[in-house]
């Protein structure tokens, strides 16, 4: 038992410390793949990165899932009908104690409420940096037959799979 514990521990550790793979969305985890069919030819797809995934990377996977859906439809190519990459910025501390405990010392007074406690021995100078995920989302019409060449929103699906198949990181098998 205590080994099952701890290996899980182990990957949760190492999941955190990566970027996000290609994968679909899963229900414990907001990050990867996921599509919403509009019409019998139209999809939603979006692309969600952890803070450790760079724009390109979310934007070369929302890409790649297109032609992937575009393939499993009997689709030859794809248009992308409206697209956009969103990017959600915060702070974060980085503070060792603020890291280790989600929780200061507070106490109540009448006249303020709740307040945080200053202690001039104990407390450290606090430090943040901003940390950035992006989102990418577009909508496609898939369509059979030869890609439009005068179309540059038009993609063939099957060259898009193969050019970026290379960049693709899928996560490890479990």
């Given amino acids: ?17 990566t ?12 990050y990867g793949f996921t599509e919403q069919q509009i019409e019998n030819n139209r999809v939603r797809i979006t692309f969600r990165g ?5 724009r390109e990377t979310v934007e070369t996977y929302l890409l790649y899932r297109a032609s992937e859906v575009s393939l499993q439809g009997g689709f030859d190519y794809f248009i992308v009908a409206n697209r956009d990459t ?9 503070s060792p104690r603020s890291a280790r405990f989600g ?7 009448p006249r303020r409420g709740w307040s945080p406690w200053y202690d001039p021995f104990w407390s450290e100078p606090s430090s943040y940096r901003e940390v950035t995920r992006y989102e990418a989302v577009a909508e496609i019409a898939m369509f059979r037959g030869a890609k439009p060449a005068e179309n540059p929103d038009a993609f063939d699906a099957r060259e898009v799979q ?13």
């Fill in 162 to 174: 193969q050019n970026l198949q290379g960049r693709i990181v899928r996560p490890p098998a479990a």
């Fill in 103 to 109: 929780f200061d010392y507070w106490y109540f007074s």
């Fill in 86 to 94: 969103e990017e959600h910025s915060r702070l974060q501390s980085t």
């Fill in 19 to 30: 970027a996000t793979p290609y994968q679909p969305s899963a229900a414990n985890s907001a």
């Fill in 1 to 17: 038992m205590r080994a099952l514990m701890l290996a899980v521990a182990a990957g949760l550790l190492t999941a955190c410390a």
């Fill in 50 to 54: 952890n803070t450790l995934t760079d």
